[in-house]
């Protein structure tokens, strides 16, 4: 895939989140160098995608844990441009490290984190730091980081690597967050093409008639053009709590010639219709 005329690629702030990190990744990826927007809402950075031709942008779309962003699909399938699609995905380990000035790990007598960021750490924080140890609540992983310099060499914040590197920190511990197994899924969007590599993957959403079978026509044609569905998840029309939308991936890219005749077959039996993206899978 070729990103040409990029101007701009937003992504979910604050700097040194793990969207920034995927951002990192897309740019080295595809060779982008161009401006930089953090925005605070995912909402937000779809809209501006949506609003600013030849700019891309970041999102998070899956937690292993949490599943699936709604709000992240949503904004995409509503688009204006018909043509804001997903261009690519890469999946991230989400992993925490223990930040500080200091070089020396067994000085640290105090922590400055967000409630989320140290609740996630408790098990680092309760065996591996002092008892009596001073903790310090902040609002975002960057106001942590930037807030050390408030305080001396005995403090540490919570961060990623990504901190790190914003705010010339040391890593005096690396993954010290309870669950080992976590990982977010990043989506790159904007409306430019995509080329099959032979390792793709298409995402649409549809809404079929109200009427018995509707769906089972639909998955039919998946069947009859020996297309694999990887995921099928159903959610409520936001114009009708009474319709669902059904979002489905599929292995192939659309210049693939089956996926081409089922999807054509497909449209005419939906009463909405979109097209969400057709780009290579990534594995974390």
Known sequence: MELKNVLNIAY???EASFSEMARDIFCQKYGINTFSTPL??????????DKNPFTLGVVPLENSIDGTLRIALDSIMYTKNPNIRI????????????LSRTTE???????????????????????E???????????????????????????GSIGNRKTAET????ILKENINDDKTNQTKYILIGNFETSP?????TTVAFATSNTPGALL??????????????YISSQPSKDDMEEYIFIVNFNGHINDEKIKKALSAIKTKTVFYRLLGSYEKSHA
């Open 217 to 230: 026509e639909i998955l039919k044609i998946f069947l009859e053009n020996d297309i694999n569905l990887t």
């Open 12 to 14: 979910l702030g604050p």
């Open 87 to 98: 261009l690519s995905e890469v999946v991230l380990p989400i992993e925490y490290c223990l």
């Open 167 to 170: 705010f010339r920190l040391n």
């Open 197 to 201: 590599t032979g390792n793709d993957k």
């Open 40 to 49: 605070k809402t995912i909402t937000e950075v779809v809209d501006f995608v």
């Open 105 to 127: 790990f067994y000085s640290i007598t105090g922590i400055i984190g967000t409630p989320y960021l140290l609740g996630k750490c408790q098990e680092f924080i309760k065996h």
């Open 129 to 155: 730091l002092p008892l009596n140890l001073n903790i310090i609540e902040n609002t975002t992983m960057s106001e942590c980081a930037r807030n050390l310099s408030n305080y001396n060499l005995t403090y």
